[in-house]
């Protein structure tokens, strides 16, 4: 089976859970027999085309969309890669063409009606979602209206968790039957490569020895809920005084968020890292004492995926597809979004029960390895890709 697939994001480009599931699906797809084509941008350099085995990387040169303007640069950058599409096609067929998301929404269905070759479409997130709801303004009114069109256009839809059923079958007016939900998924080798080294320097880098260790990572962006995060940890203090927190990541709210740390006299006991390599992140949650993720939208959460597949207790927002990979008590515990009291609360009880925190653990990584492998999330894929297939074969068009 051969799939020509786009994705606006693939290692090294990488900004969220986007990047990092295409990232990882294709090889998945690889080991169980699938031929990928990728069509991704590359901002900088020219046209590059990598081949390895059934794998060929087609890195299409783009003009990078300007922040004012994200939608018309971003519809810009899909004629190229439309351009570039073409060209192979005429030299290659395909069985389906299988697009991540409305940034590559337009070069996908363009191929999708010049080939009649069915289009399947996988959303990881909304942007009513990101407003919680709501439209901004002309520039979200459009990537919705570009969201619609894709799931519009799709023979099905793939989405990561039963919220996200709701989302897309509710903003879009899908149908149900329309729609898979097949989960994000994490690799536990990287962890498992670390976790013979001795960590306990790596570790001091960042607290005392005897702090309790508080970590988070991803965009420092509203929707995430890091604000939420920081009003928590007053209280947290007042509760463990040797707590310490530590978030990752970069982010247009990060000088808010330390004016307010610095406002709420917590400065010492708040480190801000900024961008931190892979390694390192990883490296984190395998020292950190419990690792927190207050987002207020989530469709996924893979962030906490991580966590659970490197051991580390989690406490997270019980919204979107958090709710889906965390099970209170169980695996995790889960808080009301937007709230530093109950923030507070799951943090605390998470250091003050540190055995209980450890049963919890052990059941999230043990669920991480069966749940959500990637071979596993490969195999539902795969499914689908013949069922349109199988249903291709029957029809008329």
């Not at 590059?48 to 783009?62: A, D, M, S």
């Amino acid at each position: 089976m051969r799939i020509l697939m786009f994705s606006w994001e693939y290692p090294p480009h990488v900004v969220g859970g986007l990047g990092k599931h295409v990232g990882e699906l294709i090889p998945a797809l690889l080991k169980q027999g699938v031929e990928v084509d990728l069509i991704t941008p590359r901002f900088e350099g020219p046209t590059e085309i990598e081949e390895n085995g059934r794998l060929r990387i087609h890195r299409v040169y783009v003009q990078r969309p300007p922040d004012f303007d994200l939608y018309g640069g971003v519809a810009r950058a899909n004629i190229n890669l439309a351009a570039h599409a073409r060209y192979i096609a005429r030299q290659d067929s395909f069985d389906i063409i299988h697009a991540h998301d409305w940034l590559v929404s337009f070069s996908a269905v363009e191929m999708k009606h010049e080939y009649r070759c069915p289009l399947l479409a996988t959303i990881h997130a909304t942007e009513r979602g990101r407003g919680r709801g709501f439209l901004s303004g002309d520039g979200s009114t459009r990537i919705n209206a570009a969201e619609w069109w894709l799931t519009y256009e799709a023979w099905r839809v793939i989405v990561c968790s039963a919220y996200m059923v709701d989302q897309v079958c509710n903003y879009f007016n899908l149908p149900l039957d329309k729609v898979d939900v097949v989960p994000n998924g994490v690799d536990p080798a990287p962890f498992d490569r670390l976790r013979v080294q001795d960590l306990s320097a790596f570790r001091r880098r960042f607290v005392r020895q005897n702090e309790k260790l508080i970590f988070s990572v991803g965009r420092i962006v509203h929707e995430k809920g890091f604000d939420t995060l920081v009003e928590a940890m007053p209280r947290v203090l007042s509760q463990v005084p040797g707590a310490h927190l530590v978030v990752a990541g970069k982010g247009a709210m990060v000088p808010a968020m330390r004016d307010r740390v610095l406002e709420l006299g917590i400065n010492d006991k708040v480190t801000f890292t900024g961008f931190i390599s892979d390694e390192d992140r990883n490296r984190l949650y395998l020292v950190a004492d419990v690792a927190v993720f207050p987002s207020l939208y989530e469709p996924f959460g893979i962030v906490a995926l991580e966590a659970m597949a490197a051991g580390c207790p989690v406490v997270v927002s019980e919204v979107g597809g958090l709710k889906d990979v965390v099970q209170h008590g169980e695996t995790g515990i889960t808080v009301y979004p937007g709230d530093p009291h109950s923030v507070a609360w799951g943090i605390v009880h998470t250091l003050q029960h540190p055995e209980w925190a450890r049963m919890r653990a052990v059941k999230a990584e043990q669920r991480v390895r069966t749940v959500y492998s990637w071979d596993r999330i490969a195999k539902q894929t795969i499914e689908i890709y013949q069922r349109i297939v199988t249903e291709r074969a029957q029809s008329a068009w």
